[in-house]
């Protein structure tokens, strides 16, 4: 067996403890868990197998480390709140209030009521939660009898319709696929446009029927960084609900998933116009458990439980409560709340030098900005783009990449190989445009001198995929 020595390194890591380890006789190197800063220094080796020289991380649509804030949070739950939240012992108490204090944050960031936030284990949690009320919601009360027996309303049977669009995330996509094979409920996935890479909303509404009960589009791409439309659908929904509402038919409530779009962008459930936003905590430097804003709890917008047992998080989503997780997702929420448009303008300035320095080192003939559609908004942080080539698909690149820690897409898509993302193709981007994409998201401790480190590491590996041809 490989023996390994470790003892402390002199040698600095971005704002972390290092570690100098050797094996079988290659040069030392340190390793540190990528958390606080963007980038890994560590010695010089001779070992080709082992991690490079530096690293920079650019995949931060991924997931985010913790801030150390965060982690402190976390670990003082873990110390002075391990209670049971619903005894009423000081521990139970403590922990309680931690909840308590957590809901008002997360509420804060996203302008809404802390009543109206209930704690899941995450964003694909949160996504069949809502799809899973909205369909008993129809079907207890939309297709009772005295509701069949209006002359518009939905017959006795029908089954609940869906509207999202072809670019959501698989929490979306894959659930109401599965309704939708097994009879439970019909859906419609509305293509994005190719000249703005949105939902539009005239497609939205054309999709509209008598049974429609839900219309799901996420905030945020998660690929391109494109920012859907969704308080002009709220708008046009409403509008409409208010006609549906007068002949006896189902309301068409609204849901977007912002994992995306929290802390990289002001979000605010009163503009949107949202009765269900899905808030994913490891997108903003918070642990990974979750929450779902729900518009007016129970009163004004249905919610049920997928779940049974005790009466935690007033029975719509039973089991002790993790605490630490919650702290540690109230305090990202906090910061995100202090210092959302400091943390946009930092990424926009990184991002944008990013693809300056691309077009200036490859030319615009051979870069492609994937991410780029006029007249749409997109995420502060996200650049998408494929440098044209014939050996250079996504994943060849990244492979031959010393520094570069990214992907060629959504993280839960990493199996495709060199299959273009069906995201982009969705988008209108050229099957072989596609193929080379390559998304690179920036975070807060980005610099531009990383960027630098990035391009010319780019530079090398196409260097070295051309040469090999």
């Known amino acids: 067996m490989h023996s390994r020595r470790i003892s402390t390194c002199q040698g600095p890591v971005t704002r972390r403890e290092s570690w100098t380890v050797a094996v079988d006789g290659c040069a030392p190197y340190a390793v ?50 391990w209670g049971n939240p619903s005894s009423a012992y000081p521990a139970g108490r403590k922990a309680k209030d931690i909840i308590n204090a957590a809901r008002e944050n997360l509420a804060k960031m996203i302008g809404g009521k802390p009543q109206d936030i209930i704690f899941t284990s995450g964003g694909t949690e949160s996504n069949n939660l809502v799809i899973h009320s909205v369909v ?14 209006e002359s518009h309303s939905p017959a006795e049977g029908a089954m609940p319709h869906f509207i999202t669009c072809t670019v959501e995330h698989d929490s979306i996509r894959l659930p109401l696929e599965h309704l939708a094979k097994e009879h439970v409920a019909a859906v419609t996935f509305v293509p994005v446009s190719k000249v703005n890479g949105q939902a539009e909303v005239d497609d939205i509404l054309a999709a509209v029927r008598p049974t429609t009960c839900l219309v799901t589009i996420m905030l945020a791409n998660n690929e391109t ?71 007016g709890l129970s009163e004004l917008t ?118 273009p993302s069906p995201v982009l193709l969705s988008c209108g981007i050229p099957f072989d445009v596609a193929r080379n994409a390559l998304r690179l998201s920036v975070g807060r401790s980005t610099t531009r001198a990383d960027v630098e480190l990035v391009v010319q590491d780019l530079k090398q590996a196409v260097a070295q995929l051309e040469g090999q041809a």
């Open 302 to 419: 249905p919610l049920y439980p997928m779940l049974f047992g005790g009466g935690q998080e007033r029975n719509f989503r039973p089991g002790t409560e993790n605490t630490p997780m919650i702290a540690g997702l109230g305090k990202a929420a906090e910061l995100v709340a202090e210092n959302c448009e400091a943390y946009e303008a930092h990424m926009r300035d990184v991002r944008d030098y990013l693809e300056e320095r691309l077009l200036a080192e490859f030319g615009k003939k051979r870069i492609h900005l994937n991410s780029q559609f006029p007249g749409s908004e997109r995420l502060p942080n996200t650049c998408n783009f494929s440098i044209r080539g014939p050996q250079l698909q996504g994943h060849l690149v990244l492979a031959q990449c010393r520094m570069l820690l990214a992907s060629v897409g959504a993280a839960c898509h990493s199996d495709l190989g060199d299959r």
């Open 225 to 295: 960084g494109v920012i859907m439309p969704v308080p002009e659908i709220s708008q046009r929904v409403r509008a409409l609900n208010q006609r549906r509402a007068t002949a006896g038919l189902p309301l068409i409530l609204l849901h977007t998933d912002a994992a995306q779009a929290l802390g990289k962008r002001r979000v605010d459930v009163e503009d949107l116009g949202v009765d269900f936003l899905t808030i994913v905590g490891h997108k903003f430097y918070g642990p990974r458990i979750g929450a779902l804003y729900v518009r």
């Open 32 to 81: 540190s868990p990528l958390s606080l800063g963007s980038t890994i220094h560590t010695q010089e080796r001779s070992c080709p197998a082992l991690v490079p020289s530096r690293q920079v991380y650019m995949d931060y649509n991924a997931t985010t480390p913790l801030e150390p804030e965060v982690i402190q949070a976390v670990t003082e739950a873990m110390r002075e709140a």
């Open 136 to 149: 008993k919601h129809f079907h207890e009360i939309h297709t009772s009898k005295g509701d069949a027996a």
